[in-house]
């Protein structure tokens, strides 16, 4: 039962996170995914223009090879034809809920050799990294391999609030340098910015 | 059994042998039953339609109750069942917390003047508030993959007193996992989504994100948003006429008031939509009941109305002149036409660092990510800074104040830590910084578009935390 209530949980947060994408300004974004569901890891979807990407349902499996998926996400990111070197961060974006499985459904933690290979690859650094915890029951030990996975704690997403993961893409264009005493300064107050929101 | 008076009196048992007296007028009426207030207590009682013993009734609801008991709940304001009835009634016990009244009483605009009756519940922000928490909960749900229902004006009820936003789900025996809702449940007419009405297709978190469109449109505006001006402007004679229009509109087959092409179904009446639903809650109502009145996979979802209430709840102020409630970016007071006062804005941003940096990579870069929420603080006045605001994973109570920031409307703030971490106030010129200790408050001096202070809601400027600028507001007029 459990199993089945977390595809639900998964459908919708990639759904939800998919039109937030679409509808976001910080220019155009390319949204690929990679599931691993099923006794291999996947590409689910291809890299694409966030407007043109349709979520298509995943179907529930027990095993979690994410072992794979982070050999995958490596070669998907290294391949210039799927991703064009670009100036702006790839985010990896991780939705689990934290089980990872061989490919015979035991647990197994092979996962940690391939995320160190992940993050040690030229594109994988370069890489920000997000969460999304999926499901009421992640145990601690579940929870640490999310925790492994993100770039700090606040990056780990609970699935009520993913929707607000779109807001992140905005880094790119809203970067401030820090001044001599390492405080920083906010872009300057606008109050036409908030008539805009009415 | 008649009391005093001729008010017939409906007693019923629970399997504690509890003899329980309900009050005659219901709580709220749902798809399959009523809920009823026990007379001098905090308890209610759901009874399923059709008072008579059925036992295959009672065993349904039994298994049901059984589930629910099951499912993961915790440290959600839902009615739990606590006992259940015995023959020759069909139904359960729930405890309330408070004296409550159905969340209907705030979306349903009597005739005539709406003003008064709109402030007197609790104007746009306490419904901002009240919607805001309700989003929470279904979003919350629906992340343990638990669907609702059956949602409804009556069945979530909400502080009696208006200075209060408390908010309980009752009439919960329709919560179930989402891959086990098999039972084909319609819904309560004009709040079930299209797709119930067809036998293929079963409740769902984007079935209960359509009545929560529904309800938290009716609870801003007062009034339906598939019933046009058509509904109150017919002959009170032509009975066949309006059926025809109740049905179509609680089928979906009008289109909605404020469609982007369709015109036939236009409203003119109710609270004015642009004074209460911002834009970000007009395109989840275009969204809702366009492209997504048939196609649910194309319609927002809790987290969508979750994120958007509680960034518009954040962004309103009071007027002084009339006592309304308004959305700060307003030139004049909607309600009574004063010039919009001056107030506190705090911007929350996200601010960022790079832990996994490297020597050969660039150089350290804190950046700051506008999370769109804003802190309001009229002239005066204190606001909480909530757990939830700017946040991705609020553990524990997201309603939860971590700060509070007030404003004389002159020249000083006041920001007050409630504890239990430490922070910091810095100001953005010159080398004014504060730490502010748990149960501590300053006062700094602010002075419109010349004193921007920023206050780092963390005890360590380095690891990523939320950040509120504070600048003062003021329209020229």
């Known amino acids: 039962m459990g199993e089945w209530g977390k595809i639900d949980i998964l459908n919708s947060s990639m759904a939800t996170m998919f039109r937030a994408f679409a509808g976001e300004q910080a220019g155009q974004i390319l949204v690929g995914v990679i599931t691993f569901g ?38 998907l990111l290294e391949d210039e034809t799927a991703i064009p070197r ?81 807001q ?21 107050f606008d109050p036409s910015d908030l008539a805009d929101r009415l | 059994m008649t009391a005093l008076g001729g008010t017939p009196e409906l007693v019923v048992r629970d399997d504690r042998g509890r003899a329980l007296v309900l009050e005659s007028i219901p709580l709220g009426r749902g798809g399959q039953g009523r809920v009823h207030r026990v007379r001098n207590s905090r308890l209610a009682v759901k009874l399923i339609d059709g008072v008579r013993w059925r036992p295959d009734l009672a065993d349904d609801l039994m298994a049901r109750l059984r589930s629910i008991n099951r499912l993961p709940l915790d440290g959600l304001p839902l009615s739990r069942p606590v006992a259940h009835l015995v023959e020759p009634h069909v139904g359960y016990v729930m405890e309330l917390l408070e004296s409550v009244v159905p969340l209907g009483e705030l979306a349903s ?13 609790g104007g746009l922000a306490r419904r901002l508030r009240v919607l805001t928490k309700l989003a929470w909960v279904l979003s919350t749900l629906h992340g343990r993959g638990i669907v609702y229902g059956d949602l409804s004006p009556t069945n979530v009820v909400v502080s009696a007193r208006p200075e209060q936003d408390h908010l309980w789900l009752i009439d919960t025996d329709n919560l179930s996992f989402q891959a086990d809702a098999a039972r084909h449940i319609a819904g309560t007419p004009g709040y079930g989504a299209p797709e119930l009405a067809s036998a293929k297709a079963s409740l769902s978190t984007l079935s209960d994100a359509f009545a929560f469109a529904v309800l938290a449109f009716k609870t801003l505006v007062g009034l339906h948003p598939f019933r046009g001006d058509q509904f109150f402007d017919e002959d009170d004679d032509d009975y066949t006429r309006l059926e025809q229009l109740n049905e179509s509109a609680a089928a979906f087959r009008l289109p ?65 002149n009339c006592q309304h409630t308004f959305y700060v970016g307003n030139r004049a007071c909607p309600w009574c036409g004063i010039p919009a006062p001056s107030v506190l804005v705090g911007r929350v941003f996200a601010q960022l660092t790079r832990p996994d940096f490297s020597a050969d990579d660039d150089r350290y870069e804190p950046a700051l990510v506008d ?35 007030g404003w004389d409307g002159g020249d000083r703030m006041s920001v007050h830590n409630p504890g239990p971490r430490s922070f910091h106030l810095v100001a953005q010129e010159g080398r004014n910084r504060r730490r502010l200790m748990a149960g501590e408050r300053v006062d700094v001096l602010v002075r419109p578009g010349s004193t921007t202070w920023l206050l780092h809601l963390t005890d360590q400027l380095t690891a990523p935390h939320r950040l509120a600028v504070f600048d003062v507001h003021a329209w020229k007029h």
Do not use: K
């Open chain 1, 38 to 75: 099923g006794t291999v890891a996947q590409v689910h979807v291809r890299p694409t223009p966030a407007a043109d990407a349709r979520w298509n349902a995943m179907t529930p499996s027990g095993v979690t090879p994410m072992d794979q998926a982070f050999d995958l996400a490596r070669e």
């Open chain 2, 256 to 320: 909605w008031v404020d469609h982007s092409s369709e015109t036939s179904n236009r409203l003119s009446y109710g609270i004015p939509r642009n004074w209460v639903l911002d834009a970000a809650l007009r395109r989840l109502c275009r969204e809702t009941f366009e492209e997504g009145l048939r196609s649910p996979r194309n319609r927002p979802g809790m987290s969508a109305w979750y994120a958007a209430l509680s960034r518009a709840a954040d962004a309103t102020h009071a007027c002084p």
């Open chain 2, 371 to 405: 999370t769109r929420d804003l802190v309001v603080v009229e002239a005066g006045g204190w606001t909480p800074i909530l757990s939830r605001v700017g946040h991705l994973a609020a553990r524990g109570d997201p309603f939860e104040p971590v700060a509070n920031v």
């Open chain 1, 168 to 188: 992140f893409f905005e880094w790119a264009t809203h970067t401030v340098t820090s001044d001599v005493g390492g405080g920083i300064r906010a872009p300057s």
């Open chain 2, 109 to 121: 605009a009597p005739t005539g003047e709406l003003s008064g009756w709109y402030l007197d519940s």
């Open chain 1, 86 to 166: 670009r100036r702006s961060r790839p985010w990896l974006i991780l939705c689990s809920d934290g089980h990872p499985t061989g490919p015979d459904g035991y647990a197994s933690d092979a996962w940690q050799g391939a995320l160190d290979r992940l993050l040690s690859s030229p594109q994988g650094r370069r890489a920000r990294r997000l969460a999304v915890s999926i499901g009421p029951d992640v145990t601690a030990e579940a929870r640490a391999v999310l925790a492994a996975f993100v770039s700090d704690q606040a990056y780990l997403v609970d699935a009520e609030n993913v929707e607000r993961v779109s």
